[in-house]
Structure formats: C-alpha cells, structure tokens
C-alpha cells in the first residue's frame, strides 16, 4: 500500500508545481479561454493547465515503470498521449488549423490501437473495424473533453475519478494500478487550480479550448 501513496503524492505535488508554472507563463503570454455560452466562468481564464498534468503524469509514471521493462504497447500508446499534449500546447498559441490537429488526433488513436486491443478485447473476425472504430472513439473522446473544458473543476474531477477507477481495478504489482494512481495524482494536482473558481483549464493541451483572446483579469 505504501508504494501507491507514495505515487500519488508525489504525481499530485509535481502536477500542482508544473500546473502554477504554466499558469503564470499564460499570464505573461495572454494564453487565454474566453467564456462562451456553457462556460462556468465569466472573464477571460489562462489555459494550457494540461501540459502540467500530462507532464507530471508522464514523467511520475516513466520513472516507476521505465520504459525499457514495460510492453512495447505502453510505450506506444504514451506516445499518443505525448503527441496529443504537444499539438494541443502549439495550439494553445494559436498555430494550427484543423486539419494538422484531427490528422494528429488520428494517429494518437492509432498509437493507442495495439494496446486497447492486447490482450485483444473484440472477436478476431472483426479485424481492421475494431482498430478503426477504436480511433473513431478516441478522437471523439478528445473532442468531448474539449466541450467540457471550460466548467471548473468538471475535468479534473473525472480524470480523478477514472485514474482512481482503474488503480481500483489493477493488480498491487500491475503496470494498470500504476498507471491510475499516478493519473489520479497528477488529476488532483491540477484540480487544485481548476477547482471552482477555475484559475487555469486544460486548454488543447488536454482538449480543445476556445479562441484566443487579448483581454485578462489576472487570477494570481
């Protein structure tokens, strides 16, 4: 039990301190959500607050489980979610169209193939339908989180509760348990400064955001 803790704690306090790192640079940069209909915030928010929760994830979790002693799977489809935090955080500045971030959104689905279906989860007769409804449903899910990004605290608060679901579900020595606790630390790490009123979202990095916007009323 001790271990888990431990990989929480330390993916909560990393995610807290990259998260205000990236909030104070989007302040000088005016790297901005402004408010739309369904937002739970009234002035222009910083966003790109999912660069530090990607980052403390990904750094947490490589370190208790290095990459060489881990299936080539878990690898690549880290790969995906590196891709999609990158390509979110160039379009966080503004930088790209539509097309290069579904194209990048496509093949984060398609790193992330081989391990949803290893061990393989749908009949072997379905083939190439699985691989593709697979990507279909990952690059939907990216757009669903977008929606949901500018309600404080939503984002978060889910991303706890999933990596706190799948940790639930892993072995004690399982690469899953350490995967849902350190998403789960790094998750309330960012909540910390997306909780209610919002200071940061996730901004592309995690989602997809609204436009950019020169206006700000500084949360720090």
Not at 44 to 66: D, E, K, Q
Request: charged share 10%; glycine share 12%; net charge negative.
């Amino acid at each position: 039990m001790k271990a888990p803790l431990v990989l929480f704690a330390a993916s909560a306090m990393l995610a807290g301190l990259l998260v205000s790192l990236v909030l104070r640079y989007a302040v000088r940069a005016a790297v901005l959500d402004h408010p739309s209909d369904r937002s739970s915030h009234s002035v222009p928010t910083p966003r790109g607050g999912g660069l530090g929760l990607i980052s403390a994830f990904l750094l947490v979790f490589s370190v208790w489980a290095p990459v060489w002693d881990v299936d080539w799977q878990v690898v690549v489809g880290l790969g995906g979610v590196a891709l999609t935090a990158l390509v979110g955080w160039k379009d966080d500045h503004g930088g790209l169209n539509v097309a290069t971030r579904l194209a990048a959104h496509v093949i984060a689905g398609a790193l992330l193939v081989p391990l949803a279906l290893s061990p393989t989860p749908v009949p072997n007769w379905l083939g190439a339908g699985a691989a593709i409804w697979w990507v279909f449903w990952t690059v939907s899910a990216i757009n669903v989180v977008n929606f949901m990004d500018g309600i404080d605290g939503l984002i978060g608060l889910q991303a706890l509760v999933f990596g706190l679901h799948i940790s639930i579900l892993g072995t004690d020595s399982g690469l899953a348990r350490a995967f849902g606790v350190a998403l789960a630390g790094a998750a309330l790490g960012f909540l910390v400064w997306n909780w209610a009123p919002a200071k940061i979202f996730l901004g592309d990095v995690g989602s997809r955001s609204e436009e950019h916007t020169s206006e700000l009323q500084s949360p720090i």
